[in-house]
């Protein structure tokens, strides 16, 4: 199932769930590589002094880096407890406002911006406006860059097949049989779609980058709990759930399992 395409009558509650345990969020998500911030310097111009407003900053994963190279960046948060542990990890950079408020309705400062920047986060924002919100905010010629990441085969690709019975077994939206694309078969042209129905923007810029975490079982569970789909299902299935999957990394797989993400940075500037 994607990552980056929340089934629409459950995105609004789905993206709520991420700022239950913000505390767990920020320790057990990963960030981003590091060549991703380059790219992202050489195609949107997030250099130093450049002005960002960055859209679901959550714990402030992709905002580090960003005010680390420079930026003034204005981020705004749905989650107070999100936007808190964010105030917190940022608390050196004085460049950086943590702003509370969801996207759609949030009043943007006078001042355009250069760059809007959202990290695993752009998804969760209301189709019907996410595009005009963000070319609003934007100077003309303002960058847009969106990243999705996705988990794709790779790793410990043999856990991950035999994985699929816990999920069947605890999880009954699960699809039969699922298993998980190579990166080089993951479509993500939907989203170059939208950007060209919208009439706000120019072509879409896309790079790249495949990387691995490998993970003890304690430190998989934690990653799965802040997960929406996890938190979403009920406390008798997750529990269920999470067990199967521990039982299954300690007695099969010696404790420890690698993970391959697909990181993509999509960049198009206003017309």
């Not at 859209?55 to 905002?63: D, L, R």
């Amino acid at each position: 199932m994607r990552d980056d395409t929340p089934d629409e009558t459950r995105r609004a509650r789905l993206s709520r769930t991420f700022n239950e345990d913000a505390e767990l969020y920020d320790r057990a998500r990963p960030g981003y590589p590091p060549q991703l911030f380059d790219d992202l310097g050489t195609l949107a111009g997030t250099g130093p002094g450049c002005r960002v407003l960055e859209v679901g900053a959550g714990t402030g994963k992709a905002t580090m880096p960003l005010a680390e190279r420079g930026c003034r960046i204005t981020a705004v948060e749905l989650g107070a407890d999100m936007a808190a542990v964010a105030r917190r990890n940022l608390a050196g950079h004085d460049a950086v406002e943590v702003v509370t408020a969801d996207f759609e309705s949030w009043s943007p400062p006078d001042e355009p911006f250069d760059a809007v920047v959202s990290a695993t986060a752009f998804h969760w924002i209301d189709p019907a406006v996410r595009m005009d919100r963000a070319a609003d905010a934007l100077r003309p010629g303002g960058a847009l860059a969106v990243v999705g990441t996705q988990h794709v085969a790779g790793g410990s690709e043999e856990f991950f097949a035999d994985a699929q019975h816990c999920y069947e077994r605890f999880d009954p939206a699960t699809p039969p049989g699922l298993r998980l694309p190579a990166a080089e078969d993951l479509d993500t042209s939907y989203y170059a779609d939208e950007v060209a129905r919208s009439g706000r923007f120019g072509p879409v810029t896309v790079r790249r980058y495949q990387w691995d975490l490998t993970y003890t079982a304690a430190e998989y569970l934690d990653v799965l709990r802040t997960y929406s789909g996890h938190r979403a299902l009920s406390p008798e299935a997750r529990a269920g759930l999470l067990r199967c999957i521990a039982r299954l990394i300690e007695g099969r797989y010696g404790g420890r399992i690698t993970k391959r993400y697909l990181t993509e940075l999509r960049v198009s500037r206003t017309v």
